[in-house]
């Protein structure tokens, strides 16, 4: 009689339900059995349950945007001093702000920064942002958003996965679930610096969703190469031949044990995640190593010294990121939270930003790439017309502003209004839910459609809101 493997005496599924009287077989149920749902929503994504979960997927109908670069501005930036000109603001500064004006009374504050009209269609921005300025007739400014929360850690987890009362999947996570990404060498969602205190990994995570959809998180870049970020990636005690070793006699035994016995097509897609690794600390550093770009694109984007570096940095590697494939890309740059000081910090904040926000934009377009490329800017929420602490303004849940550029929206265009003091949205107000069916439908995806099983119930980012802003679709 031939003699039997070891891997065919005992298989992985009968030592969990043998051992400590099978109570590591629950653990087991516990990872497959909810994931495994996902085929049911539609036969799109029947093909994850074979192989990998991140193959690209067909969209619902074409798609205008292959990616989407989020650039959050974590803190609620002052729509008020930025996108939102209010002339009677300007006005009747020092008055008592009006009955119903959100937040806690109080006078109203003028903006102390002008406003210009900028380009052929005349958006009006903030002096604040010249370099950005010269890109208006690309940017669609809604100016009518509004969301549910005046307060950070709420409102910044709505912002990124659609509900605050609970544990849900985040916007770029369902967007891979959706689509899939190009590249199998690269994570599909990537976030850099993302905010840690306000809901941290939620923010980027999967929830219920296969881990497989979750962000990779890349720290706050604070050099001008990104070579302080790829000690984590590559494994410093095996190289890649010893480590492509060890994973082949893994898969080898994994592929015998499931030919025998039938594991998890699941649980075998969580092992897809240690390939993925793999083939990452060779794509990777590749991505990441600004040394490739010319002088003349860094000096673009504001690296080399003063205030623009790290942004500038990060907005380059995001570029860089897109061009590769990455399907979800978000740069979060932090410190908007102006109650007081804000005629010094705001100036600061848009400092930081403005030239490498006009160099991405620029960039994205010389290469082809806004064409297919959306780019979103905007906090989890605004700031009141009421000054606070002389020099400073409250949260404001109730309207504020964003902006999109790029793929599959109208440039050069002012989208809905706050009322004539900016404190409400009024005139073709846009929710949160509205705004993240209007990116999936950018993507090619119905926001209606995308659903997942979990817990008897189909989810979906919009729950059962949401609408798409149609108008500012081209």
Known sequence: MPQQSFFSRLTRRQMLKSASCGFG???LAGLTTDAARVAHADDRHLASDYGSPLLPKATHFPARAKRIIFLFMQGGPSHLDTFDHKPLLQRDGGDAAPAGTPGKGGKLFASPFKFRKTGQSGIEITELLPNLAQHADDLCVINSMHTNSPAHPQATIEMHTGTSLFVRPSVGAWALYGLGTVNQNLPGFITINPPERLGGPQNYGSAFLPASYQGTRIGAVRAGSGDDLLSQIIKPRAD??????????????NRELLDQSRVSAELEGVIESYELAFRMQAAVPQVLDLSKESDATKEMYGIGSGPTNNFGTQCLMARRLAEAGVRYIEVCHQGWDQHNNLRERLPANCKAIDQPIAALLKDLKQRGLLDDTLVVWGGEFGRTPQGQNSDGRNHNAAGFSMWLAGAGVKGGMRYG???????????????????HATLLHVMGLD?????????GRDFRLTDVYGHVVRDIVS
Do not use: P
């Open 240 to 253: 890649l031949a010893a480590q492509r070793q060890q994973l082949d006699l893994i898969q080898e035994m």
């Open 447 to 455: 926001h209606e459609k995308l659903t997942y099983n979990y817990g």
């Open 25 to 27: 077989y629950l653990a």
């Open 417 to 435: 209004a706050t009322d004539d003091y900016g404190g409400r949205a009024t005139v073709n107000k846009v929710h949160t839910h509205d705004l």
